[in-house]
Nanobody, 127 residues
């Protein structure tokens, strides 16, 4: 079992910044991949970014590339999402997720490969 707890959400004006955290505990693996997904009301869950715990390779959706940065602190078992230049369309519940290593990087964007999910944290960007 892996437990994931997100924090750092809130309300921010367009153009502002927020940093989300995801603390992992339990049977975490040094070779896992962790990711951020988001879901806005009435929309499907959307991949945001992923990071390989070993080596730190990162993957981003086109909608956040250049504005968001995913990182991790191995010693703290914590993943972060630094969100800059926020837009109203970034408003959503952001969830972190954990999966064992995947054979192809493109798999990291598929929600179905993730075994464990956090409860989510609300991010609201006002215009």
């Amino acid at each position: 079992q892996v437990q994931l707890v997100e924090s750092g959400g809130g309300v921010v004006q367009a153009g502002g910044s927020l940093r989300l955290s995801c603390a992992a505990s339990g049977r975490t693996s040094g070779s896992a991949t962790m990711a951020w997904f988001r879901q806005a009301p009435g929309k499907e869950r959307e991949f945001v970014a992923a990071i390989k715990w070993s080596g730190g390779s990162t993957y981003y959706s086109d909608s956040v590339k250049g504005r968001f940065t995913i990182s991790r602190d191995n010693a703290k078992n914590t993943m972060y999402l630094q969100m800059n230049s926020l837009k109203p369309e970034d408003t959503a519940v952001y969830c972190c997720a954990w999966t064992p290593p995947q054979p192809f990087p493109s798999y990291n964007a598929w929600p179905l490969v993730y075994d464990y999910w956090g409860q989510g944290t609300q991010v609201t960007v006002s215009s």
